[in-house]
């Protein structure tokens, strides 16, 4: 059972910055794909940045360019350097990881509230 834990959300203001963190109860160099999703209220999920095996890096339109992805595998954890954020970045998010070996697997963290508003 693969258990991923996130932390670092919370209320900030418009320019400002936060670091989320995900870390995993196993090897994340198991994981196929991890990364990062937000739901805001009243809307859909929408990916927000993935990181895959080999290092190769993958953001969304409305992020590029003011977030980063990023691992520590010797520290199990999935980073999310947020800059520049706005209020329209207002969202729950959740830390992803997918395993393709030996059983594919889906899994999901508990999500954590990031509020951008002065």
């Known amino acids: 059972q693969v258990q991923l834990v996130e932390s670092g959300g919370g209320l900030v203001q418009p320019g400002g910055s936060l670091r989320l963190s995900c870390a995993a109860s196993?090897?994340?160099?198991?994981?196929?794909?991890m990364g990062w999703y937000r739901q805001a209220p009243g809307k859909q999920s929408e990916l927000v940045a993935t990181i895959i095996s080999g290092g190769t890096t993958n953001y969304a339109d409305t992020v590029k360019g003011r977030f980063t992805i990023s691992r520590d595998n010797s520290k199990e954890t999935v980073y999310l350097q947020m800059n520049s954020l706005k209020p329209e970045d207002t969202a729950v998010y959740y830390c992803?990881?997918?395993?393709?070996?030996?059983?594919?697997?889906?899994?999901w963290g508990q999500g954590t509230q990031v509020t951008v508003s002065s």
């Open positions: 196993g090897s994340i160099g198991s994981f196929a794909r």
């Open positions: 992803n990881a997918l395993r393709l070996i030996p059983t594919p697997s889906d899994n």
